[in-house]
């Protein structure tokens, strides 16, 4: 079955480590998506990428970094840089915008990232 | 100005009532998603649609498109339905748009 795929559920770090979050999906899917909550918060969008080695900074980009080497993974480093880490990681996959059907779209099922 | 607005905010209710959520938007879409996270949880995507209606279980969506409006209904609502519940639209240009989420409490 296909789907996409957020690792570890939880995730604990000291602070001042970079931590990476793993999205991995066997769609097809050209575009990928982080967005990054916070409790009682709506979701924003922290990175996309479009297709294969290409990604653009969403709104709360700082602190963050993507990568985007093969179609299927779309990996998420949380850098000492940003200030407040703790907070629930959502990864998206959508077939994509160049392709003339673009409605589908899934959901990772998040990882809960607390920063001690 | 929010592109995605739902309601209500929050919401309880007795065990085995008939619970309605709601989910406006203003911009274009391609389909719409309404997912399930319950606290301290993950996210469930429960549908996504593009026209109509789609039923799973106890759980019906429909979705007007002339209207810009969507709404999720749940049938018998039981304790295990506790939880936010957050409308999600893509927009023509694969962008996402996120609702504040529905906080929903059905008590036994």
């Known amino acids: 079955d296909g789907g996409i795929t957020q690792s570890p559920k939880y995730l604990f770090r000291k602070e001042g480590q970079n931590v990476t979050l793993s999205c991995e999906q066997n769609?097809?899917?050209?575009?990928m998506y982080w967005y990054r909550q916070d409790p009682g918060q709506g979701l924003r969008l922290i990175y996309y990428?479009?297709?294969?080695?290409?990604?653009q900074k969403g709104d709360i980009a700082e602190g963050y970094s993507v990568s985007r080497e093969k179609k299927e993974s779309f990996p998420l480093t949380v850098t000492s840089a940003q200030k407040n880490p703790t907070a629930f990681y959502l990864c998206?996959?959508?077939?994509?915008?160049?392709?003339?059907?673009?409605?589908?779209?899934?959901f990772g099922q998040g990882t809960r990232l607390t920063v001690v | 100005k929010n592109e995605v607005e739902q309601s209500p905010q929050n919401l309880t209710a007795q065990e085995g009532e008939f619970i309605t959520i709601n989910c406006s938007y203003s911009v274009g879409i391609s389909a719409l998603h309404w997912l399930q996270q319950h606290p301290g949880g993950g996210i469930v995507s429960l549908f996504m649609?593009?026209?109509g209606k789609k039923k799973h279980g106890r759980l019906i969506a429909t979705i007007n498109i002339q209207e810009k409006h969507s709404s999720l209904h749940i049938t018998a609502s039981h304790p295990r339905d506790s939880a936010v519940y957050i409308c999600a639209v893509m927009d023509n240009f694969n962008k996402f748009y996120f609702g504040s989420g529905t906080k929903l409490n059905v008590k036994p």
């Open positions: 990428s479009q297709i294969v080695n290409d990604f």
């Open positions: 998206a996959s959508s077939i994509g915008a160049f392709r003339r059907l673009n409605t589908e779209a899934f």
């Open positions: 649609l593009s026209s």
């Open positions: 769609l097809n899917h050209d575009a």
